[in-house]
């Protein structure tokens, strides 16, 4: 009997033992693997362009922090987005992206929707069982995570839902570093699980951006990624208009030529890319084209330039400017903005604590002191100003 017991507890320790290497470690082993920093030489930032960088109010349209087991709150030695590091950074506004699901195989040409790696990520990082296998759950959890980690900031980390908070933050920081602003985002409305009501649950928790679809095809419209690639579907029509309706700003990140098309060819109220780049400087699929481009700058909108090798070919700050550079050329300044990606994902030169970087290329690009305000960050707080402004001026 002594013997079976202690069999027994043995097998308990080890299942404890996975347990806490599963629920403790292993999701920060996967993101150390999955968010890093090359290592390559940064360039030499100017004196010029360090006061300059200070003077910015910085706005970045897109990082997926909330997606990993950290407090946005405390420092971490993983990723590229904390609180610490924004402020060193010098940001004035960050763009918190819910991403709910992700295909194996994940790639940029085509994938199906009938697989997801989010899950065991989930699970892994011991989110509430709710989120196990609800997609709306999860971006609701996201949502609950930055309100929780903006409460125990002390102040430091505000969340930005209406143009009256987001001037309220703009206004506390005059010659401050803090408060830092947070403006929750989606990453493909496949987390509406088909269910138009769950758009007024997501607005209700903060939601004030989202992109239609991520790496699959879905029920609103192909995916640059996905299988068929179509237009919007007639749900996804019917949701592009509840969206301007309310004040939640149209994102075509990853969604298919096709459905920038229809997005464009419909749009009442600026449009924005998020995060990528443009095939003129970057051959890559995902990346906008010029005539999209021309149509993004119609709508008022904004092009949110990344920072990782699929959107500029690189991860130099030099490769950053130059896309910035085209868009300016092509359409204004007025429709340049920053769009990391960081956190998603990526490799990068630098974290957010170093965007002096970015500051020091478009120095070095011949952009002027004005032009890189505008696209540094008054660009983006014009129009997400302007997006989060109900259509008819009045709360849904």
């Known amino acids: 009997m002594t013997i079976v017991r202690r069999v027994g507890w043995g097998l308990i320790f080890l299942v404890l033992l996975v347990a806490a290497v599963v629920f403790g470690l292993l999701p920060g082993i996967v993101e150390r693997s999955m968010n890093r920093i090359d290592g390559k030489p940064l360039l030499p930032v100017s004196a010029h362009a360090r006061a300059l960088h200070a003077s910015l109010q910085i706005v970045d349209l897109h ?10 709150d405390d420092k971490a030695e993983q990723g590229h987005v904390d609180l610490p590091r924004l402020e060193a950074g010098n940001v ?3 763009v918190f992206s819910s991403v709910t699901k992700t295909p194996r195989g994940q790639n940029y040409d085509a994938n199906g929707a009938d697989s997801d790696n ?8 011991a989110q509430p069982p709710r989120t196990w296998t609800s997609l709306t759950e999860r971006s609701l959890w996201h949502a609950t995570k930055l309100d929780e980690q903006a409460a125990q900031s002390g102040g430091a980390l505000r969340k930005v839902t209406d143009p009256a908070s987001l001037d309220a933050l703009i206004s506390a920081r005059q010659g401050k570093k803090v408060p830092v602003g947070a403006l929750l985002s989606i990453e493909g409305l496949h987390d509406l699980e088909g269910k138009a009501e ?7 928790a903060g939601f004030r951006m989202a992109s239609l679809t991520h790496f699959f095809d879905d029920e609103l419209a192909g995916s640059m990624h996905g299988l068929k690639k179509g237009g919007l579907t007639p749900f996804g029509r019917q949701i592009v208009r509840a969206m301007e309706d309310k004040g939640m700003i149209v994102d075509i990140a990853h969604l298919s030529h096709a459905g920038v098309a229809d997005v464009l060819a419909m749009a009442r109220r600026p449009v924005v890319s998020s995060h ?13 084209t010029d005539d999209e481009i021309r149509g993004v700058a119609r709508t008022g909108g904004l092009i949110g330039i990344g920072y990782w090798d699929a959107a ?3 991860t130099s700050p030099r490769a950053i ?3 910035m550079r085209h868009v300016r050329d ?8 920053l769009g990391s990606d960081f956190d998603g994902a990526t490799t990068t030169r630098f974290d957010t604590s170093q965007l002096e970087q970015v500051t020091q290329a478009l120095v070095e690009q011949g952009f002027s002191d004005d032009d890189i305000r505008a696209l540094m960050g008054g660009n983006a707080l014009r129009v997400l100003r302007q997006g989060m402004m109900p259509l008819h001026g009045s709360a849904p």
């Open 118 to 125: 989010i899950t065991a990520l989930v699970i892994a990082q």
């Open 92 to 94: 004035a506004l960050q």
């Open 330 to 337: 092509l359409v204004g300044i007025d429709h340049v903005a």
């Open 276 to 288: 990528g780049g443009v095939q003129a400087t970057c051959n890559v699929n995902r990346n906008l």
């Open 312 to 314: 500029v070919c690189s």
């Open 63 to 72: 990082a997926d922090t909330l997606m990993w087991q950290r407090n946005i």
């Open 198 to 204: 769950n758009l007024d649950r997501l607005y209700a």
């Open 321 to 323: 400017a130059r896309a």
